[in-house]
């Protein structure tokens, strides 16, 4: 179902069951994050393709051009500031796909279509390797810091763990974005691929024999 939301593009990435903070400055998006407020809307995040984020102290130099694929952002808690000022925590809920612009001014608005997310049946198999891996990353984390570091617990519904994990990892915002886009198999593929390159680069002892670049492509 297509659906009209004012978007914010900003120069990060928010996925699905994250949390992100931001601090509204500009008076356009406290125009918006007003409205999402008054009206209980939710609004988009999206990363910049091309063109500047706004930035607290000057105005964007180039008008942001952003990706056509971003996140639905709900606002869960907020406080105003005397000046106006927003600080505000949102959660990413579904994905969206922009599919017109309809406004540019004084803050873009898009006519955006909902993307739905895969059952995980055919991913259940490749989920539960992705878990595995990520394991054994912080045991080898753990070992050669000589910290006692208990991993996480991790969702279990492969949707949520991968974007959980996408979320966490650090790789450039292009990676990223790719993984928002795509689909649920290429994206814990991709992600375990990056974990065992990181496990690759641990002292050898803290490896098992079969771990090493040679084990990249085993979810392939």
């Known amino acids: 179902m297509t659906r009209q939301i004012p978007l914010f593009p900003l120069g990060t ?27 209980q809307i939710p609004f988009g995040i999206v990363l910049i393709r091309q063109g500047d984020e706004v930035l607290e102290g000057r105005s964007a130099a180039r008008s942001a051009e952003p990706y056509l694929v971003g996140t639905m ?36 608005v898009a006519s955006v279509t909902p993307l739905p997310e895969e059952d995980g049946k055919d991913s259940s198999a490749a989920a539960s390797e992705l878990r595995s891996i990520y394991e054994r990353y912080w045991q080898a984390v753990s070992a050669a810091t000589g910290a006692t570091l208990q991993p996480e617990d991790l969702p279990d519904d492969p949707n949520q763990l991968a974007y959980h994990l996408a979320d966490r990892l650090q790789v450039t915002l292009d990676r990223k974005q790719r993984w928002l886009e795509g689909d649920l198999l290429t994206r814990i593929r991709e992600i375990a691929n990056d974990l065992r390159a990181e496990l690759a680069l641990m002292p050898s002892s803290q490896r098992r024999p079969d771990e090493g670049l040679s084990g990249m492509n085993s979810l392939n």
């Open 13 to 39: 990435i928010l996925f699905p069951g994250a949390t992100i903070n931001l601090h509204i400055f500009e008076e356009r998006y406290r125009m918006m994050i007003g409205r999402c407020l008054e009206e």
């Open 73 to 108: 952002a709900v606002i869960n808690a907020h406080l105003r500031l005397d000046d106006g000022r927003f600080l505000i925590t949102a959660i990413g809920q579904e994905r969206f796909r922009i599919q017109t612009l309809l406004q540019e001014s004084p803050y873009l």
